[in-house]
């Protein structure tokens, strides 16, 4: 069974200041890996996804995030936060399938405050 | 482009009365569909999801249940609605290779 693991349930970051939101997730075979923001009483939206390739994905409003398959990781990065990017983050997997059904494990969220 | 619709956006209810919550999407077909609760505005709980019509295949047993009638619709439903049946209802849709999108949810109050 697939699984994801987000070790805090809250980041405070100064803004300007780097951040960084952990995952580590395990899945059996090559992962899927999203992460996705929830604003408050809204959906969740998409801001990056790895397949294949680079180990470092970029996405949405600037944030990027760095697969490390031996540590089976994919952390959440931006270099320079902003009071906006307060939100709830999901890190989620998927085994990498090309059947279909990629029902998706989503982790429990990590807040993340941003204060001037 | 794709796009997911659901509504209500807010709904407050009665205990015992019935539920029915509404997800459609466009631009797509054959989409995977979802219906996740989130309580206390954190895990996301997978209630149902659904590869094709007709086919629902539940997570957790409770309270609700879901339907596809159509390729691109899919329905969350009560017959009596509990208390504990509170919270941020979200619906998505997949495909194999986008991920998943979201729905704006639906905020239920059980009263």
């Known amino acids: 069974a697939q699984s994801v693991a987000q070790p805090e349930d809250q980041v405070n970051v100064a803004e300007g200041n780097p951040l960084t939101v952990k995952c580590t997730y395990s899945?059996?075979?090559?992962?899927?890996l999203f992460w996705y923001v929830q604003y408050p009483n809204r959906g969740l939206q998409f801001l990056l996804k790895?397949?294949?390739?680079?180990?470092l994905v970029k996405g949405s409003y600037g944030f990027e995030a760095e697969f490390n398959k031996s540590q089976t990781s994919f952390h959440l990065k931006k270099p320079s936060a902003l009071v906006s990017d307060s939100a709830l983050y999901f890190c989620a997997v998927s085994p990498l399938r090309t059947g279909g059904g990629n029902k998706l494990t989503f982790g429990t969220g990590t807040q993340l405050k941003v204060e001037l | 482009s794709q796009t997911i619709h659901q509504w209500p956006a807010t709904l407050v209810q009665p205990v015992g009365s019935p539920l029915s919550l509404e997800c459609t999407v466009e631009g797509t077909s054959n989409p995977n569909l979802y219906w996740y609760r989130q309580a206390a505005g954190r895990g996301l709980q997978l209630l149902f999801y659904?590869?094709?019509?007709?086919?629902i295949s539940s997570e957790v047993p409770q309270n609700l249940s879901a339907s596809r009638p159509q390729d691109r619709q899919f329905i969350l439903s009560s017959k009596k609605l509990l208390l504990s049946d509170s919270g941020f209802y979200l619906c998505?849709?997949?495909?194999?290779?986008?991920?998943?999108?979201f729905g704006s949810g639906t905020r239920l109050t059980v009263v």
């Open positions: 899945v059996s075979g090559n992962p899927y």
């Open positions: 659904s590869v094709g019509i007709g086919q």
């Open positions: 790895y397949i294949t390739g680079d180990n």
């Open positions: 998505a849709w997949s495909d194999r290779f986008y991920g998943y999108t």
